[in-house]
T-cell receptor, first 117, second 111 residues
């Protein structure tokens, strides 16, 4: 297992199109987080899952955003009808909660950079 | 006021210098993370701590829970340390288990 992987790394799309990002967490991690980061700012929390359950969504996650983690493994983040303001880096992270070892330590993916023209 | 404040925002140092980056937070926390982000976006977790001090190689992280303050130190800095360093806190208020991030400190180490 090489860590958290995200795909695609970079997506350029036209305003109004739908985009989907995928995150594959570290296999034994039961928690998965999505963050959004704009230039010069720290990441902002979007949503997180414990196993397949989506436990919290930020107010930043408008109706155009939806996230799923259907089998408690990989997750997808879909943005419908993209707007220029959606241009950002979308980061995924995973952690093991309630298990042995460094419970709560986060491991991040490389991110998916979205550019909406 | 942001819940997590970092200082300085930008820092330029000469190779070999001792570097300190500070993080202050205003909420009760269960843990604090120091993260490193290189150009291109990838984030690496450096430390997670809830008390005291941790050391890994040339990096040292300290936290003072009473003062709601943490510092990240880099000894014998090197150009490859150039990156954005982000402090993030895990709040124990409410039911959400989520991180609140600082806006980062851009470190440039010159050869």
């Amino acid at each position: 297992d090489t860590g958290v992987s995200q795909d695609p790394r970079h997506k350029i799309t036209k305003r109004g199109q739908n985009v989907t990002f995928r995150c594959d967490p570290i296999s034994e991690h039961n928690r998965l987080y999505w963050y959004r980061q704009t230039l010069g700012q720290g990441p902002e929390f979007l949503t997180y899952f414990q196993n397949e359950a989506q436990l919290e969504k930020s107010r930043l996650l408008s109706d155009r955003f939806s996230a799923e983690r259907p089998k408690g493994s990989f997750s997808t983040l879909e943005i419908q009808r993209t707007e220029q303001g959606d241009s950002a880096m979308y980061l995924c992270a995973s952690s093991a909660f309630g298990g042995r070892g460094a419970a709560g330590e986060l491991f991040f993916g490389e991110g998916s950079r979205l550019t909406v023209l | 006021k942001n819940e997590v404040e970092q200082s300085p925002q930008n820092l330029t140092a000469q190779e070999g210098e001792f570097i300190t980056i500070n993080c202050s937070y205003s909420v009760g926390i269960s843990a604090l993370h120091w993260l490193q982000q290189h150009p291109g976006g990838g984030i690496v977790s450096l430390f997670m701590l809830s008390s005291g001090k941790k050391k890994h190689g040339r990096l040292i992280a300290t936290i003072n829970i009473q003062e709601k303050h943490s510092s990240l130190h880099i000894t014998a800095s090197h150009p490859r340390d150039s990156a954005v360093y982000i402090c993030a806190v895990l709040s124990h208020s409410g039911s959400a288990r989520q991180l609140t991030f600082g806006s980062g400190t851009q470190l440039t180490v010159l050869p």
